[in-house]
Structure formats: structure tokens, C-alpha cells
């Protein structure tokens, strides 16, 4: 009986007692598949626990668990109308059931990649909620038609209109064929790179650049590979895209050498381990710690907690001064000026003593204190002490500077007084 016809068949026999024992098979299909899907989630969700695993796994397996209950349901229903058919009159209603339940486990499929793909830490902006909402609306069209049985005048429509492509005429039918393809290769090829990518940052025994690499050049093969791929699988000629290659490497040499050199020195930091991220950096006038390295620039995250995006070509470039490319202890100083009249021998080993007894302070190497010049107004002091964690920088400066205050006070040193420029008459 052709699809065609389905509905008919089931306004006919809506009388037909076959159909109840179909609804109850439909039903209970629906809640088996519920039901094992919620299984399997705990089960993994458990198994990840007393493996000691992280929560990605329990974190990917229940947003995976809205796609896995429908999957499990079209599969249930597919059995249940292969056992029921040589016992039944018809089997319409399963057959319904089939493109309805199926339609919806596409959709959350679908809605299931682009969130792992595009969205970032839990947060589905705007444009990605809108695209789920045209991607359902077109996936229920597709199977209202189907139903219907319009489906195949659609696509004999398509098919019969040919759009002119320079000397080749190309059917509607086989555009739509292409993007399709292309998007569902393209997206599980993005999938696969967010999960290798995923897999490769919790690998501990590999540097953090090789992982960045390894995880940027697998991305990049995975979806040069599903636009090959796709485009092969609709009849596209690959020969064609030799024209596009050529047009894309002028358009490089004529107006993206910025880009390009930008992408190519992203490889470079990334390869040559210069910079790690968690390395703090200064570069012209940015200073902060690395937060991420891109393919075309890299963020640096300041103690005030702003990100600046810093092309990578600067960093490939220009003097680059890394805090903790060999070892993250850093060397702090703080300057003084106190009166001709202070006795050094007795004060400089008092504040290596005040700065010593600071907790982030290392021991090894012991703070030291030095008569750093003799300025006109005073005597100018250097203090320098060592910590093992360059973003403490800051807040173990002023933890030295207030308690060398209180030490000055306490001894009674005298600071000089910058004299006051007299006013012009």
C-alpha cells in the first residue's frame, strides 16, 4: 500500500479493532523507550561515578538521554510492526507512527550537536535557538508531505527546475541534495572535534600547546574530509573546486596577509611551546595571564578580570616577556626612602625578617634588602622577595608594603620631605 494512501486507510478503518491493539503496541513502545533511556542514563551516570570519571561524561550522557528515548522508541516501533504484520489485518497506524517518532528524534539530534558544537559553557545564544526552531519547523513540513503523499510531486517539481551555473545547469532537487549533506556531515564533523578536542584537554601527559594543536589540526581535517565527502556523495565533480583553490590562495596573497599570517603564527606559538595557557605575559602594553590561544589570536585575562585578544602575529613578532615560561616563581621589589639618618645595618635585616614572615613569601630564595641609591632626599631602599605564583603579584606587594609601614613606624624612621617648588612671581 503506498504511503500515499495512509491516511485514508486509517479514516477508513478507524473501526477496525487492529488499530487498538496498534495504539497499545504504539504506547506501549513509547514507554519501554522512555523507560530504558532513563535506565541507561543512571547506569552510565553511575558506572562514571565509581569509576572515578569527571561529571563530562554523566554531563554528556543526560544531555544525550533526549535524543537516546526517541531513538529507542522508532526502534521499538519498528520491531512491534514487524511481529504484528502477519498477524493483522494492517499495520497503518505503526506506520504513521514511524515518520512521526522518527521526525523527532531528528530534530533532537540535531538540536543535540549544535549544542554541543556552539554552545559555550551552558550558555544557547540567540541565533542557535532560532535555527533549532526553522530546523523542527522544516523537519515536520518534510513529514506532514510525506503523509500527505506530496512529497514526491515536491520533488518532482524540484527536480524539473534547473538553475544556470555558468556553463552547467543544476537542478533545485540537487542543490537542496548538496546543502544538505554538506550541513550533516559539516555538523558531525564539528561534533567530533568538540568531543576529540574534549578528550585531548584531559589528556595530562601531553603539553597544553601540543593538545591545542592536535585538537585545532583535527578539527580542521575532520570538516575538510565531511565537505569532500558530502559533496562526493550528491554527484559534485571534486575537479571543480581546483578553480576555487586558486581563486582562494590570490584572495590570501592580495588582501588576507594579516590573516593569514595571523593563523600561521597561532600554529607557530602553538607548535614551538613558547606560551602555554596559564602563562602570564606582557606584550607591548598588554600583561595578563594566557586564557586561551586561537588559531588567529590570544586572549589574555588581567587581574581586573578584562580579556584582551592579542593577534598572534605580536606575539610571533614582537618582544614577548613570559613570567613563567621556565618556572612561574617571580622576583617582587618594593622601593623605599627613608632619612640619611637611618641606621642600615640594623634596619635592612629587620625587613628582610618582616617580609620573610609572610606566608606567600618563599623562603628559598630569602627576601633581601639593599641600599639601592642615594637619592637627593634620602636614602632609597630595595626590598625584593620571591613568590611562587605570578597573579599574587599584587596582593602579596601590598601585604609586604603594609607590613614594612608598620615596622618603619615602629622604629621610628624618619622619611624626608619632598621640598615644595616655590611659586613663580
Same mark, same amino acid.
Given at each position: 500500500m503506498p ?14 479493532? &487492529?488499530?487498538?491493539?496498534?495504539a ?6 513509547v ?7 532513563? #535506565?541507561?542514563?543512571s ?9 572515578g ?9 543526560a544531555s ?13 516501533i ?5 511481529? #504484528? ?6 499495520v497503518?497506524?505503526?506506520r ?5 517518532? /522518527? ?5 533532537r539530534?540535531?538540536?543535540?550537536? $549544535? ?7 551552558? &550558555? ?13 519547523? $522544516?523537519v515536520? $513540513?518534510a513529514?506532514?508531505? &510525506? ?17 544556470? $551555473? /555558468? ?18 556531515f559539516?555538523?558531525?564533523? #564539528?561534533w ?10 584531559r ?16 578539527r ?15 554527484g ?10 586558486g581563486?582562494l ?5 592580495l ?7 595571523n ?9 614551538e611551546?613558547?606560551?602555554?595557557? /596559564?602563562?602570564?605575559?606582557t606584550?607591548d602594553?598588554?600583561t ?10 590570544t ?8 580579556d584582551?585578544m ?7 613578532? /614582537? ?21 640619611f639618618?637611618?641606621? #642600615? ?15 606567600r ?5 630569602a ?9 637627593p632626599?634620602?636614602l ?8 611562587a605564583?605570578?597573579?599574587l603579584r ?6 609586604a608594603?603594609?607590613?614594612l ?21
Open positions: 504511503l500515499s494512501n495512509l491516511l485514508n486507510d486509517l479514516l477508513t478503518d478507524i473501526r477496525d479493532p &487492529h488499530l487498538l491493539w496498534q497499545v503496541a504504539i504506547a506501549a513502545c514507554g519501554a523507550g522512555w523507560f530504558l533511556a532513563r #535506565l541507561i542514563r547506569n552510565v551516570a553511575n558506572d562514571s561515578v565509581d569509576d570519571r569527571s561529571g563530562v561524561v554523566r554531563a554528556g550522557v544525550f538521554g533526549h535524543v537516546l528515548a526517541p531513538l529507542l522508541v522508532v526502534a521499538l519498528f520491531i512491534a510492526t514487524l511481529a #504484528l504484520k502477519p498477524f493483522l489485518h494492517n497503518y497506524l505503526l504513521v507512527a514511524l515518520p512521526v517518532f /522518527g521526525s523527532l528524534a531528528v530534530i539530534l540535531a538540536f543535540y550537536l $549544535l549544542r554541543r558544537v556552539f554552545a559555550r559553557h551552558g &550558555h544557547i545564544g540567540a541565533t542557535i535557538l532560532t535555527f533549532e526552531k526553522i530546523f523542527a519547523l $522544516l515536520w $513540513l513529514v506532514a508531505l &510525506h503523509l500527505t503523499g506530496l512529497w514526491p510531486d515536491v520533488f518532482a517539481f524540484l527536480d524539473d527546475t534547473v538553475l544556470p $551555473l /555558468g556553463r552547467n545547469k543544476v537542478s533545485l532537487a540537487t542543490i537542496l541534495q548538496a546543502a544538505v549533506s554538506v550541513i550533516i559539516l555538523m558531525l564533523a #564539528l567530533a572535534g568538540t568531543a576529540l578536542e574534549e578528550r585531548l584537554m589528556v595530562e601527559g601531553l603539553h597544553t600547546s601540543l593538545r591545542v594543536v592536535m585538537a585545532r589540526m583535527s580542521a581535517v575532520l570538516i575538510l574530509v565531511a565537505v569532500l565527502v558530502s559533496l562526493s556523495m550528491v559534485i565533480d571534486l575537479t571543480v573546486l581546483s578553480v576555487f583553490g581563486a590562495g590570490v584572495g590570501l596573497g588582501g588576507l596577509q594579516k590573516i593569514a599570517s593563523y600561521v603564527s597561532g600554529f607557530i606559538i602553538l607548535l611551546r613558547s606560551l602555554a595557557i /596559564g602563562d602570564t605575559i606584550v602594553k598588554y595578563g595571564k594566557v586564557a586561551r590561544i586561537n588559531t588567529r589570536y586572549v589574555l585575562r588581567s587581574l581586573d578580570g578584562t584582551s592579542v593577534p598572534n602575529e605580536m606575539l610571533v613578532s /614582537g618582544a614577548v616577556i613570559n613570567s613563567s615560561l621556565a618556572d612561574k616563581k617571580t622576583r617582587v621589589v618594593t622601593l623605599m626612602t627613608v632619612g639618618d637611618a641606621n #642600615l645595618d640594623a634596619l635592612l635585616p629587620k625587613l628582610e625578617a618582616a617580609c620573610a614572615a609572610l606566608p613569601v618563599m623562603a628559598e630564595p627576601p633581601a634588602a639593599m641600599l639601592n641609591r642615594f637619592a632626599n634620602g632609597e631602599l630595595e626590598v625584593g622577595m620571591w613568590i605564583n605570578p597573579d599584587g596582593s602579596v606587594l601590598s601585604e608594603n603594609m607590613k609601614w608598620s615596622l618603619l613606624q615602629a622604629e621610628g624612621i624618619s622619611f624626608p620631605k619632598t621640598s615644595a617648588v616655590p611659586d613663580k612671581a
